[in-house]
């Protein structure tokens, strides 16, 4: 029996207008599930820059939250993609060995740091990697508590939301999880601090700690740069009291900061790295990679769309580009050439330029001529932004940073008319020619005390 498949030819339909993909959108789509700054549509992307459904062109500071680090519709990532998925689009490599992946874990164990034997477990998304990191350390060590910090973003499962300290993840906080402060570069001072209490802890409950996990630099909580005075700390305590040092590099690594592997550039070597966001060019794709007898667990960990085939033959296409020393020059270059030229904007409403590399955050101040938060500055700029064709979205535990994470390839004159438009944005916001309410829509992280809560859950129940 044959059957007809075809389905119906949509190619030559026309798109959905702005208004149309807006409606089911609100309709359609939950909210729990949206961080949501303007009403941005894209509809096709080119190297840095995007184009709406209304046909308008935005430079883009975003690089949808990393993933897009090569920028959009990369030749050589589109052959990759488009070839493997004609020849054999398999997912599960639970049930068979496929050739993608196999070299692909074999280029994630080169890179990360060390010389050990260093297998690889996939994932389809940064919290699932996350996720399986914690239960992998678990069943390595036997023991249950991960120590995590304030601030961070570790992903959005049960699991990984419950390790995370960013107060819009509160609600998922693990009763394994012990939340310490994170020791940033900018407050030097708090190191010492940060340190002692982490030696403290493990002092006393080491018996029950498996872990340390960390992002380098917070991505999710404002771009908050941790000094590395403090990571070699927290790296030695970990080696001191004998519990695994894991750290997230989702967002941090594949050149992001300017080096393939940021806690390599910072001569860590970490017992345990996660990697996704950029990995897979586009498609879902995350990975835990560590030495072998952590990662030939007894434990069961099997993803049926972690490691597919064609999102690993993406992800050896990215590898090949991302590997370049003129893409990571790049990174470096325009890195410095952005937190120069926003400096150099001198707007009153920016308190701060930090980060590494092309994950940069412009921290705002609030006005109190004009009665207006640091959070609700960051909002109206962002969305001011966007107006004027710029896509940039905020961050932060107190929502009030700028994120610029634009595609790796950015080129000179892209991130100077980025620039532009944020100077325009930040001079309207901060003179008043916003119209504020335009915000109503736009819900961003929530305010934090607006998300549901363990607390605020048990006093509805009572
Ligand atoms: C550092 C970090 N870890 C983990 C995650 C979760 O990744 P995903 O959203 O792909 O599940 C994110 C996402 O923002 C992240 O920034």
């Not at 910090?149 to 998922?172: K, N």
């Not at 609030?366 to 064709?389: C, E, M, N, P």
Request: with cysteine.
């Amino acid at each position: 029996v044959s059957i007809d498949l075809t389905g119906p030819v949509v190619s030559d339909a026309p798109g959905w207008s702005s208004q149309e993909i807006l409606r089911n959108d609100e309709e359609f789509i939950g909210s729990a599930g949206k961080v949501r700054f303007s009403p941005f549509t894209p509809v096709r992307g080119e190297g840095g820059t995007l184009t709406d459904a209304g046909e308008r062109r935005y430079v883009d500071f975003s690089a949808s939250s990393g993933v897009a680090a090569l920028g959009y519709g990369n030749p050589h990532v589109v052959e990759a993609i488009t070839s493997e998925l004609a020849r054999l689009n398999i997912a599960s490599l639970a049930t068979a060995s496929l050739e993608q992946a196999a070299r692909l874990a074999g280029r994630l164990a080169r890179i990360a740091p060390g010389d050990h034997a260093k297998k690889v477990v996939f994932a389809a998304t940064g919290s699932e990697a996350s996720d399986y990191a914690c239960n992998l350390i678990r069943a390595f060590t036997g023991r249950r508590t991960i120590v995590a910090f304030e601030g961070s973003y570790h992903g959005a499962t049960s699991g990984s939301a419950g390790v995370s300290g960013h107060p819009a993840l509160a609600y998922a906080r693990g009763a394994d999880t012990a939340l310490l402060p994170y020791a940033e570069s900018s407050a030097d001072e708090a190191v010492d601090g940060a340190l002692a209490t982490l030696e403290s802890y493990l002092s006393i409950n080491r018996s029950h700690t498996a872990a340390v996990f960390l992002e380098l630099i917070q991505s999710d909580g404002g771009i908050r740069v941790a000094s590395e005075t403090f990571l070699r700390g927290v790296e030695a305590a970990c080696r001191r009291h004998d519990v695994a040092f894991m750290v997230d590099e989702v967002k941090t690594g594949l050149g992001r900061t300017g080096a393939m592997l940021a806690s390599a550039a910072m001569g860590l070597v970490p017992d345990v790295v996660v990697l996704g966001k950029a990995l897979g060019g586009g498609l879902p794709l995350a990975a835990v990679v560590g030495p072998a007898a952590i990662m030939d667990s007894p434990i069961l960990i099997a993803s049926t769309l972690g490691g597919s085939n064609v999102a690993c033959a993406a992800a050896n296409a990215t590898l090949d580009l991302v590997e370049s020393e003129a893409l990571l020059q790049n990174v470096r270059d325009r890195g410095e050439q952005f937190k120069r030229e926003v400096l150099g904007l001198a707007s009153p409403l920016v308190s701060e330029v930090r980060g590494r590399g092309l994950m940069a955050g412009v921290v705002l101040a609030g006005s109190s001529d004009r009665d207006l938060g640091a959070d609700q500055a960051a909002a109206a700029v962002a969305l001011r932004a966007y107006q004027l064709g710029l896509f940039v979205t905020c961050s932060g535990s107190g929502n009030n940073v700028i994120d610029i994470t634009p595609p790796l390839i950015i080129d000179a004159s892209t991130i100077s008319e980025g620039v532009a438009i944020l100077g325009q944005a930040l001079s309207d916001v901060g003179a008043g020619r916003f119209d504020m309410s335009e915000l109503a829509n736009y819900a961003g992280w929530g305010q934090p005390a607006e998300r549901v809560t363990n607390e605020t859950r048990e006093n509805e129940d009572v």
